[in-house]
């Protein structure tokens, strides 16, 4: 059966970390709120040094590779959206909305990934070309995946090309499953790993923000994948719940187990009963603390992790 939760993850410690005004056209949720005296670049490292040593803390393998400085990377803290390392070996490369993004990509950092954690290349996808067409599909953000019932849920948006969509799932083997969302604004919500999470036994689902005409089917699409549904609204969203990822580690005790990580502004935004559901649905929760992350680059703690999967 395929894998749901990867138990190796790849992060790429920031270089030049700070707010990204070409980005935050599209990101409502980004907020330059410190500015420019570079303290952003140090709070960055040290909020992702803090999530590194956390996950190594619970035994998940963590491929971390540096950012080179030059040229600039405001987000290149959020790897997922550029690369996805699937567990038949297939690497896939994304297309790009903001160009400031594309030079993220470096194509050495799949043999490191391959010499750290023993992942073996197969074959590379590359959609990259459809970016002259202005077409884009910003990777795991662009989509959350249920991996055990292959289907691949997106919520479009100028990230988020349904024509892309159809051909990564044409190619990989998924169903589409695209609806649309807005936030409070109106505006569509930019990646739709900030409204839905998948794990093995639950699935967070922004169910306030999706189109009434789209509601009721994805909800239906989730349910009947056995989990157990949370429904959550934009104020959730808005405070990064939706934007968390379960992975697999192994422990003594319990052989293996799973842990949902979030950021610490994510865990504030679940009551107290929704929280134990939650909770009950895995083995541990890991909670972190992202306030600069969050706040400049808009993204939460599952956008700093591009899952890797290794054959079993």
Same mark, same amino acid.
């Given at each position: 059966?395929?894998?749901?939760?990867?138990?190796?993850?790849?992060?790429?410690?920031?270089? $030049?970390? &700070?707010?990204?005004?070409?980005?935050?056209?599209?990101?409502?949720?980004?907020?330059?709120?410190?500015?420019?005296?570079?303290?952003?670049?140090?709070?960055?490292? %040290?909020?992702?040094?803090?999530?590194?040593?956390?996950?190594?803390?619970?035994?998940?393998?963590? +491929?971390?590779?540096? %950012?080179?400085?030059?040229?600039?990377?405001?987000?290149?803290?959020?790897?997922?959206?550029?690369?996805?390392?699937?567990?038949?070996?297939?690497?896939?490369?994304?297309?790009?909305? $903001? =160009?400031?993004?594309?030079?993220? !990509?470096?194509?050495?950092?799949?043999?490191?990934?391959?010499?750290?954690?023993?992942?073996?290349?197969?074959?590379?996808? &590359?959609?990259?070309? #459809?970016?002259?067409?202005?077409?884009?599909?910003?990777?795991?953000?662009?989509?959350?995946? &249920?991996?055990?019932?292959?289907?691949? #849920?997106?919520? @479009?948006?100028?990230?988020?090309?349904?024509? @892309?969509?159809?051909?990564?799932?044409? *190619?990989?083997?998924?169903?589409?499953?695209?609806? %649309?969302?807005?936030?409070?604004?109106?505006?569509?919500?930019?990646?739709?790993?900030?409204? *839905?999470?998948?794990?093995?036994?639950?699935?967070?689902?922004?169910?306030?923000?999706?189109? =009434?005409?789209?509601?009721?089917?994805? @909800?239906?699409?989730?349910?009947?994948?056995?989990?157990?549904?949370?429904?959550?609204?934009?104020?959730?969203?808005?405070?990064?719940?939706?934007?968390?990822?379960?992975?697999?580690?192994?422990?003594?005790?319990?052989?293996?187990?799973?842990?949902?990580?979030?950021?610490?502004?994510? !865990?504030?935004?679940? &009551?107290?009963?929704?929280?134990?559901?939650?909770? $009950? +649905?895995?083995?541990?929760?890991?909670? @972190?603390?992202?306030?600069?992350?969050?706040? *400049?680059?808009?993204?939460?703690?599952? +956008?700093? *992790?591009? =899952?890797?999967?290794?054959?079993?």
């Amino acid at each position: 059966m395929p894998q749901q939760c990867a138990d190796a993850v790849l992060m790429i410690r920031p270089a $030049a970390f &700070d707010y990204n005004p070409e980005t935050a056209q599209t990101n409502s949720m980004q907020r330059p709120a410190y500015g420019g005296d570079g303290s952003a670049q140090t709070r960055a490292h %040290d909020e992702f040094s803090n999530v590194v040593h956390a996950l190594e803390s619970e035994g998940v393998a963590v +491929c971390v590779v540096d %950012d080179t400085k030059t040229p600039p990377k405001p987000d290149a803290v959020f790897p997922n959206n550029w690369i996805s390392f699937h567990e038949d070996g297939t690497v896939v490369l994304y297309p790009m909305r $903001a =160009e400031s993004r594309r030079r993220e !990509r470096r194509m050495e950092i799949i043999d490191i990934v391959g010499e750290k954690l023993g992942f073996k290349c197969a074959r590379v996808i &590359d959609l990259t070309y #459809y970016e002259a067409a202005g077409r884009f599909l910003e990777g795991t953000g662009s989509l959350v995946l &249920d991996h055990v019932n292959r289907i691949a #849920y997106a919520c @479009v948006s100028p990230r988020t090309d349904p024509e @892309v969509v159809a051909e990564w799932s044409r *190619l990989l083997g998924y169903e589409p499953v695209l609806f %649309d969302a807005r936030d409070r604004n109106g505006a569509p919500i930019y990646h739709t790993n900030v409204l *839905l999470s998948i794990g093995e036994r639950y699935a967070v689902v922004g169910t306030g923000p999706i189109a =009434e005409a789209d509601r009721a089917r994805v @909800v239906e699409r989730l349910a009947a994948s056995g989990r157990e549904i949370f429904e959550i609204g934009h104020t959730e969203i808005e405070r990064f719940a939706g934007n968390i990822l379960e992975l697999a580690s192994w422990d003594e005790a319990l052989g293996d187990c799973r842990l949902i990580v979030m950021s610490t502004t994510a !865990r504030t935004a679940f &009551d107290a009963e929704a929280f134990a559901r939650l909770s $009950a +649905c895995t083995d541990t929760v890991l909670t @972190v603390p992202l306030p600069t992350i969050e706040t *400049l680059g808009g993204g939460g703690v599952r +956008c700093m *992790l591009a =899952e890797v999967f290794l054959p079993t």
